[in-house]
């Protein structure tokens, strides 16, 4: 017994291509309409995200939807895993009184830039209340970044400077505050 309609070589035998029919049309087209929507609505998941992580970590206003209480504890947490971070890596500036609290406050709003330039910037803002040891942290990370530099900070405390060269690595000099003399 023959089979009715055997395919040969992609084409049905007495007819023609079965992918070519209008049925077949029909798919392309709704395949392409589906993937237009699809990209419209990766398009519009992309800009919810970037405002949601606008507002948890750039001080972006809060997108449509969300549970303000939910947004604040998730933004506090982010910022006290930061302050961790920004600890860890700098050990004498989290040392200073009040560290969490100002960090938290100068953080806010703030994109993070890593823990490393986090409490570099942080440290430069509040250098003229840091204390010798975070000073001289400041001092080295600065001076890390050359081959051959001379760097100087002066502050109430007396003034650091910190010279770095190849050989001799970094080294941080303190004069002390000098007073005027008396008449």
Known sequence: MAAVGAVAGGAVAGGTDPASGPRNQDLGASRTADAAGLAAARARLAAGQAALLAALVAGGPDPAGFDRGALDASRQALLDKRRGDVARRWPAL?????????FVAWAAGRPPEGSYADGLAFGHARRADLGLDARCELLYARAARRRLVVLADRADGGTLVALRAPVLGTVILRSPRLRSPRR
Do not use: D, K, Q, V
């Open 94 to 102: 989290a040392a200073e009184p009040g560290f969490a609290a100002l």
